[in-house]
């Protein structure tokens, strides 16, 4: 309908300035599909009577101004993850132009090479919103989750929403209803307590930074920081490939997680179990969580020893499969099996409702 094979049609019926602005900045993004297939364009549509091109930093801030929050997210994420538009990504003017979500983190955080400090200092700001959002996204599930179950028959002066008691409120403040405006006025609202659990865990996430974990890796250094804010609850976050790395004092710190990643290399997940049975002091108080997609390229025998070992030991042994954008299981299913069967329980599910698991396994 749009586009440089419109142009004929669209004379006949014109589009009006806006309309027009818009059909320009989204054919500055989708004629990139041509490019994918293999066609080749010639001379810009737009040529010399343009009073300036577009660039990069225009686009998004022009597109920012003519669409929808949402459209205009699909077309970034579009211009970044399906086209690669990696322009967009090489200056601090071009990253602040940016709508923070996800998919940019990731594509900032596959950065290669030397930065400027103005580039680290952007993609620092930016990665710092992204967090923030899915924090405030998943901490109240996690904590409603770790923190117990409400006490019906314990009344609270704590005033949360997720503990109020309605049925007593109601009960109690019916002598305050007024017939004529037929409302009912809370003068004395009630909340119940919460059944205290105990958390007197050693937890320990070990995630796998291959290259096709960023997912995982984001939700697993979201999660280690809430857990790392409990009390009573010890936190070590270790990340592996070929090598591992002991990012444990870095747990409250998701930004700063990652930004240390370096995503790729091969996996050995053998070598990272050892190291985190190295860290686990009391085995019948702990969790070790293995976030991977279970591609072992190193020792096989060596990874199932150890899971059999801890698990003999008495510690708590958790696989979360990894998964795609669209939550689909990616992962060795053959693998992930033979983990269960030394007795590592498996789940593929989003890592936001790990929460809920852990509650699950800690009753």
């Known amino acids: ?24 900045q989204l054919d500055y993004l989708y004629q990139n599909e041509y490019k994918r297939r293999g066609i080749e364009q010639g001379k810009s549509r737009h040529g010399s009577l343009d009073a300036s091109q577009l660039t990069a930093i225009n686009w998004l801030d022009q597109s920012r101004k003519l669409f929808p929050k949402s459209t205009f997210e699909r077309m970034q994420k579009h211009a970044i993850e399906r086209y690669q538009m990696t322009e967009l990504l090489k200056s601090p003017a071009h990253i602040e132009q940016l709508e923070p979500n996800p998919a940019v983190a990731k594509a900032l955080l596959s950065l290669r090479g030397r930065l400027s400090a103005e580039m680290k200092d952007a993609i620092r700001s930016l990665i710092a919103k992204v967090v923030e959002d899915m924090l405030q996204k998943i901490r109240p599930q996690f904590m409603q989750s770790l923190q117990g179950r409400r006490h019906r028959f314990r009344r609270s002066h704590l005033k949360q929403a997720q503990n109020f008691d309605w049925r007593r409120t109601i009960r109690e403040n019916l002598k305050h209803y007024q017939p004529d405006r037929q409302q009912l006025i809370i003068q004395n609202p009630y909340f119940n307590a ?32 809430i857990l790392a804010a409990l009390p009573a609850v010890s936190v070590s976050l270790v990340l592996f490939d070929t090598q591992v790395v002991d990012l444990s004092h870095m747990a409250h ?10 995503l790729g290399g091969g996996t050995n997940i053998g070598q990272a179990l050892q190291f985190c049975a190295k860290k686990i002091k009391q085995p019948q108080r702990s969790i070790l969580i293995l976030i991977s997609d279970f591609e072992e390229g190193g020792s096989v025998q060596t990874m199932l020893n150890t899971t059999a070992a801890l698990k003999q030991q008495g510690c708590t042994l958790l696989g979360l499969a990894a998964l795609d954008q669209q939550a689909n299981p990616v992962y060795d299913s053959n693998m992930a099996q033979q983990l269960q069967q030394r007795g590592m329980q498996v789940a593929a ?10 509650a699950e396994v800690m009753q």
């Not at 997680?257 to 370096?262: A, D, G, K, S």
């Not at 989003?350 to 809920?356: C, G, I, Q, R, V």
């Open 194 to 225: 919460r059944v205290q659990k105990h958390l007197p865990w050693e937890i320990v996430l070990c995630v796998d930074q291959s290259g096709s974990m960023m997912d995982s890796i984001m939700y697993a250094a979201i999660c280690a920081s």
């Open 253 to 262: 710190d998701p930004v700063e997680v990652l930004l240390t990643i370096q």
């Open 349 to 358: 599910m989003t890592p936001e409702h790990l929460a809920s698991w852990f």
């Open 1 to 24: 309908m749009l586009g440089r094979y419109s142009d004929q049609n669209l004379s006949e019926a014109p589009l009006n300035a806006k309309q027009l602005q818009m059909e320009r």
